[in-house]
């Protein structure tokens, strides 16, 4: 696993990808330069597309295509997505939003965002989970 200067990932990205390839939860991995570096197969069902179709891409890029607005449809700068609060401001951050996946459906997501330290407190990247939020009228 290298980044796109062909550089390898880091042990704990590597890790972390290695973890989230085994869950059935949905998440997503994001390298410290900001590229999406690996989403899981349980993550391909809500994005509508499959990783190994995908690569990997800038992650303002990704989240540029899954057209992420706030739960009341307002527009929401990618800074603001929990993922890009836990790149930037390299914190924990959670959010319920909507997206609209590659096929073209819009999904209520919850969203649990946070950064990956290692020894010295250096950023290897971000780690998100998400699950779609179930209501009476999507849950058909």
Known sequence: MANAGGEPKSLPLI????????LATPMF????????AFY???AELL???PFAELGEIPALDFGEELRLRDSDGSPLRRRDTPAGIAFFERRPAHKLLVATAYDGVDRRVEVTAYPL???????????????????????A
């Open 117 to 139: 330290f290692g020894a010295a407190d250096d950023l290897h990247g971000v780690l998100t989970v998400f699950w779609e939020v179930r209501t009476p009228t999507n849950d």
């Open 29 to 36: 991995l994001i390298d410290k330069e900001g590229t999406l």
């Open 15 to 22: 890790l972390a990808r290695e973890l989230g390839a085994n």
């Open 47 to 49: 994005i509508g597309r």
């Open 40 to 42: 899981n197969e349980a």
